[in-house]
């Protein structure tokens, strides 16, 4: 069975997700939902072209049966309810979503038996680092976390170090101990803080995604460290989900559970 994708964004990452999912056994794109494009079709890296609409409304029409979207916070609000109620499978990997959309999509997939993902990091060795910071949490009473992310991105801190430092409190019964400046000299010199982890946001033309966690304990230092040098990086967790989706009947919320590094 073929199954077709309609994009949501044609920007660096929409494109790269467009680049390879044509590419890709089994699966074909259905259309590319873009706010800021004009016309009526997309052309592909490939040189095909594919229907393109710039409403959100216009999803319907494509007959897709998922629809990536890795867009903005904004963007995917409207999105993603019209996409669950249409019945196609979303895949969301936008940064910066309120909690209270992602509990009202996983309830209304629940009642439709609808399979999709909400991820906040696609890379596979993101996935990797998070699940790692989990085993090591228990282990250790202090904890920092350093996000460094191209100064593109909108929002800080990542939706990355905000799932990590969550996650890290799960795997434990207590916050995290944590320093707090008798002096500062500057405001927030010591960065946000969740949880009794400190988070710091790096925002440099150059970087793509990288974190750090590092854990203090007496003595010694556990650092933890990822890298993303490309988009590339985030395309087989992209598939991974893509194919998924038909054989969920909800809303998965993080790659790790869907590689079954948890419950």
């Not at 594919?50 to 959100?56: A, G």
């Not at 890379?123 to 090591?136: D, E, F, I």
């Not at 460094?148 to 795997?171: C, F, L, N, W, Y």
Request: with cysteine; proline share 4%.
């Amino acid at each position: 069975m073929t199954l077709r994708v309609a994009v949501s964004g044609s920007g660096q990452m929409g494109a790269r997700i467009l680049t390879t999912v044509a590419a890709a056994d089994g699966l074909e794109i259905a259309g590319v939902i873009e706010k800021y494009s004009h016309g009526r079709t997309y052309a592909l890296s490939d040189g095909r072209t594919v229907p393109l609409t710039q409403s959100v409304t216009g999803l319907r029409d494509l007959g897709a049966d998922v629809v990536v979207d890795f867009s903005n916070a904004a963007w995917t609000e409207q999105i993603l309810p019209l996409a669950i109620e249409a019945g196609v499978s979303p895949v969301v990997g936008t940064s910066g979503l309120p909690d209270a959309l992602i509990e009202q999509s996983a309830a209304a997939c629940a009642a439709q038996r609808l399979g999709g993902v909400v991820a906040a990091n696609f890379a596979l060795g993101a996935v990797m680092l998070m699940h790692l910071a989990r085993v090591a949490a228990p282990f250790f009473d202090a904890a920092e976390v350093i996000e460094q992310h191209h100064d593109g991105k909108v929002d800080a801190p990542s939706g990355t170090a905000i799932a990590t430092a969550r996650g890290m409190r799960e795997a434990r019964t207590e916050d995290f101990g944590r320093n707090v400046a008798e002096q500062e000299t500057l405001p927030d010199a010591r960065g946000a803080a969740l949880a009794g982890v400190t988070l710091h946001s790096v925002r440099l033309p150059g970087l793509v995604a990288h974190q750090e966690v590092i854990f203090g304990g007496l003595g010694e230092t556990l650092t933890l460290r990822h890298d993303s040098t490309s988009r590339e990086s985030f395309m087989p967790g992209v598939l991974r989900a893509i194919r998924a989706v038909p054989q969920l009947d909800h809303l998965v919320i993080g790659l790790d559970r869907l590689l079954g590094l948890r419950d």
